[in-house]
């Protein structure tokens, strides 16, 4: 088992930054793919971005070139670090992760095992 908890939330004005981090606990994440969804008020959950164990990354359209997903194995932690946000940003944020060895669809909510209660993020105008 894998506990995720997010951290870093909170409410910026646009254009500003936020970094979110997500402390994993049970075991290591070195064998982790990690990533990061948020639903935003009456929305679906989307996918943001993605980190493969062996650091290929992935994003979304819409935070592409804004938003960079990295890992550190040995604080066995992930990161989110947001710049520019914009009011769209707007949403809660999970993190998520699944083992390498059952790799599934990185944009695939239903693929990750593992998520965190959230953290949430304000952008206001």
């Known amino acids: 088992q894998v506990q995720l908890v997010e951290s870093g939330g909170g409410l910026v004005q646009a254009g500003e930054s936020l970094r979110l981090s997500c402390a994993a606990s049970?075991?290591?994440?070195?064998?982790?793919?990690m990533g990061w969804f948020r639903q935003a008020p009456g929305k679906e959950r989307e996918f943001v971005a993605a980190i493969y164990s062996g650091g290929n990354r992935f994003y979304a359209d819409s935070v592409n070139g804004r938003f960079i997903i990295s890992r550190d194995n040995a604080k066995n932690t992930a990161y989110l670090q947001m710049n520019s946000l914009k009011p769209e940003d707007t949403a809660e944020f999970y993190c998520?992760?699944?083992?390498?060895?059952?790799?599934?669809?990185?944009?695939?909510?239903?693929?990750?095992?593992?998520w965190g209660q959230g953290t949430q993020v304000a952008v206001s105008s």
């Open positions: 049970g075991r290591s994440i070195s064998y982790y793919d």
């Open positions: 998520v992760a699944q083992s390498q060895y059952n790799r599934n669809p990185y944009y695939l909510e239903n693929a990750w095992t593992y």
